[in-house]
């Protein structure tokens, strides 16, 4: 079973803390053999921070170039005692070399080379596989009037060589699709000549209309029924002074001559009792 890159980061830090407090406990040691420890300590620490896992600060470094590092640190520990000619100062020159050593190379072949939050989950169940299909049992053949499976048909062919067929059936014919927008001017100048001969046939109609637009009406018999608008429109014509019928200078109503007054005076009234009878419950019958 191998360790989690998780796990894997904290050991990573823990053995990086430990060499980099190693030489303050091994002051009788070399000090060739405590600089070695140092290095090592910091160049792991430095290592993990860079990592790409979950504990790493700026993960730059893939997981697998961090495990190789791991073994190579791992190696140079175990042969630092032998290079620097430590290994007969005593226990404390070989010794934290060699178990910090063997730590890191065993660390990096026990470990997942995949980040766990970049791998799929490990407790994920895998997907069911379906079982295969098993024979169905043989069943008679339908009879022959039985009819088939209810399945529209497609609306493009199937094969390459249908649809090469249905594509060159159905191009279009150029000639259609001409542009007919141009006009010849000769038909236009036909078109005219036609209707115009045509809009003289019967005779032309007069009317007092200006507007062209109302020709057909006349020709029909239509306009203005029995006079009545022309009489109104006259009358309007005449109210507003268009035609100059009216002049309100001359249609004024002039000031009232004297003789045209009235010669009858009129006097102060009588003052005549009233002869009405009143009938009132408390009073009884009797004048006004």
Do not use: C
């Not at 360790?3 to 030489?23: E, K, N």
């Not at 002049?247 to 009858?264: C, I, Q, T, W, Y």
């Amino acid at each position: 079973m191998l360790v989690s890159t998780r796990t894997h980061g904290v050991i990573d830090y823990a053995t990086a803390g430990a060499l980099l407090g190693a030489p303050a406990l091994l002051r009788g040691a070399d000090l060739r053999a405590r600089l070695a420890l140092t290095v090592a300590g910091g160049g792991i620490l430095a290592t993990s921070l860079l990592t790409d896992y979950e504990l790493g600060a700026r993960r730059v470094v893939p997981m697998k170039v961090h495990l190789a590092l791991d073994a190579a640190t791992g190696a140079g520990l175990l042969a630092a005692p032998f290079l620097l000619g430590a290994k007969g100062a005593g226990i404390g020159g070989w010794l934290p070399h060699l178990l910090a050593g063997a730590g890191e190379i065993a660390a990096a072949l026990l470990t997942e080379r995949e980040p766990g939050d970049r791998s799929p989950a490990a407790g994920a169940p895998a997907e069911a596989e379906e079982p295969p299909a098993a024979l169905s049992p043989r069943s008679a053949t339908p009879p022959i009037e039985t009819p088939g499976p209810s399945v529209p048909a497609p609306k493009q062919p199937a094969s390459e060589t249908e649809a090469a067929e249905w594509a060159e059936a159905n191009v279009p014919d150029m000639e259609f699709l001409a542009p007919t927008s141009v006009t010849d001017p000769l038909v236009a100048e036909e078109e005219a000549a036609a209707a115009a001969e045509a809009a003289l046939i019967g005779g032309v109609v007069p009317h007092d209309s200006d507007d062209p637009a109302m020709d057909p009406v006349y020709q029909a018999g239509g306009g203005e029924g029995d006079g009545f608008e022309l009489a109104e429109a006259d009358l309007i014509e005449n109210a507003t002074h268009g035609d100059g019928h009216g002049n309100p200078l001359r249609d004024a109503f002039g000031v009232e001559a004297e003789s045209d007054l009235a010669g009858v005076e009129y006097g102060e009234g009588d003052h005549v009792h009233s002869t009405e009878l009143l009938d009132d419950p408390e009073t009884g019958p009797g004048p006004a």
